[in-house]
């Protein structure tokens, strides 16, 4: 599996403090089935968190030495989970803030609490510039939940969904649950992620979650969603489309009548 939304870079967010915790935090995911990883620390304008594109890409290449030695066959990509500002073009456009792993493609978050009235002129606004916005889990924002008309205009407007494990598996609540599962199952996911931010017994593997995918989903969207469609950020090539789960059974039933 490639992670395309994961936070373990040390001493730049809220994940690993320490090189070492670094490293652990690559051991536990190459164990459970994670082999690429994009690095997408919080980049937030005016907080803490306001790290910046050589400061990533410098911890990267230095966690990737190390991971030479301790953590063979694993391999770290530089990136960003940009909050959503105003100012994002010109941030891109100065350096400050990095794609992922340089491609045109960009993990935008967004508030947990509320829709910001700029977002959809901003993921136009990217797009105008040759960007590509992934947003990163809006499943979990509350006022989003259950809007399922504003996910499909928002992919029909060009923008791709990212949502995490931990919804999946319940973490965020029932509500946060049910709504991932029939986003997964509408076909309005192009990609799960761990978002990990330390070494957690929560994650159990991708041999867990390809299974719990295989039964919403079918094969070939798990597929697309857990490697392909990763996979063709890295070679900054187009995403596939995820076909509705829900159409694909209604087709089979027509198929078989004839
Ligand atoms: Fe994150």
Not at 42 to 57: D, E, L, P, R, W
Request: proline residues 3%; glycine residues 6%; neutral net charge.
């Amino acid at each position: 599996m490639i992670d395309i939304h994961c936070h373990l870079l040390w001493g730049i967010d809220d994940g690993p403090k320490t090189l070492d915790e670094s490293v652990q935090v690559c051991s536990m995911l190459k164990s459970r089935g994670v082999n690429r990883v994009i690095a997408t620390p919080h980049y937030i304008v005016g907080s803490t968190y306001q790290t910046n594109a050589a400061s990533v890409t410098h911890i990267t290449q230095q966690l990737n030495e190390v991971l030479l030695q301790k953590v063979p066959e694993f391999e770290i990509m530089p990136g960003m989970e940009v909050f959503i500002t105003p100012d994002i073009i010109d941030l891109i456009k100065s350096n400050e803030i990095l794609t992922l792993n340089g491609t045109r493609y960009i993990l935008i978050e967004t508030s947990l609490n509320n829709i910001s009235t700029y977002m959809e002129d901003i993921f136009y606004k990217l797009q105008l510039e040759g960007y590509i916005p992934i947003f990163a889990h809006p499943e979990r924002n509350r006022k989003i939940n259950m809007d399922f008309k504003l996910i499909e205009r928002l992919i029909s407007n060009g923008v791709l969904i990212q949502v995490n494990y931990d919804s999946l598996m319940g973490r965020y609540g029932k509500d946060v649950k049910k709504f991932t599962e029939i986003l997964l199952k509408k076909g309005l996911v192009h990609f799960i992620a761990t978002d990990t931010h330390c070494v957690s017994e929560r994650f159990k593997g991708t041999g867990e979650l390809s299974k719990i995918l295989l039964e919403l989903i079918g094969n070939e969207n798990t597929e697309k969603i857990i490697n392909i469609n990763p996979s063709r950020i890295l070679e900054n090539r187009e995403v596939e489309k995820i076909i509705p789960a829900i159409e694909k059974k209604f087709f089979l039933k027509k198929l078989l009548k004839l």
